[in-house]
């Protein structure tokens, strides 16, 4: 029987994870979902091994964990009593584009911490545009199209794979599914004082961004599912 753990960084709770389960129960024989209590987003690869964990079980086979998404997938590992045949993460609010983001993201951490171990994995994402609805019954369609993609893909250890799917207005064509490298340009970082002049305060634009001509952010910018195949 073929088994599965499902993680993400925007915690258990949130609409995209139970998304990417139900696409995972098609597919799989056994679906363990083993996430975030809260909001654990843009930690990168953060781990706990000083303190306690706290997991609360919130079904069969399903935890929140007071941790990382890297710690979620090290649990896991250990509550399943074995290496799942896969890892997913995700569908993350919100696009995880270009190397800078691959550093950075919770969700891309807890698909890198199942690499570490030779297990294949993904991270999915939704590159969101302002003033548009999420349908993530249609976003979990399109990570199946990306998965059906790369699921027979012979992976070496230590690989990866990152999917980000476009965020299309109604009625525009359907994306397709684009093989590409990470932007290499970071994401630009900015900031403001506030008006006290005491404070800092981020304003970098991910929508403004550079996308070189045939990277991740150019794919998904552009209407496409972006997929890279990432290495540790």
Known sequence: ??????????????????????????????????????????IGHRVTTDTPIEIEKRG??????????ADCTRIG?????????????????????????????????????????GVPSLGASHYMKKGLDLDWQTAASRVEQAFQKIRNEKTS??????INLPHLEAGETEPEVVFCDPEREPLDVCFDFDEEGQKLIYRGSYHERARGKGSDVDICFGGNIAISRLEI
Not at 34 to 39: E, G, I, L, M, T
Not at 157 to 162: A, D, K, L, R, V
């Open 157 to 162: 250890h230590g690989i990866f794979w990152n």
């Open 77 to 117: 590992f250990h509550l399943l009593g074995d290496k799942p045949d896969w890892v997913w993460s995700g569908i993350n609010h919100g696009g995880n584009l270009g190397r800078h983001d691959y550093y950075i993201s919770g969700t891309l951490a807890a698909a890198r911490e199942a690499a570490f171990f």
């Open 1 to 42: 029987m073929k088994r599965v753990l499902i993680t993400n960084d925007d915690g258990i709770d949130a609409p995209g994870i139970d998304a990417l389960t139900k696409l995972a129960e098609r597919h799989f024989g056994e679906v363990w979902v083993v996430a975030p209590k809260d909001q654990a987003s843009q």
């Open 60 to 69: 069969e086979r399903r935890f929140a964990v007071n941790g990382s998404p």
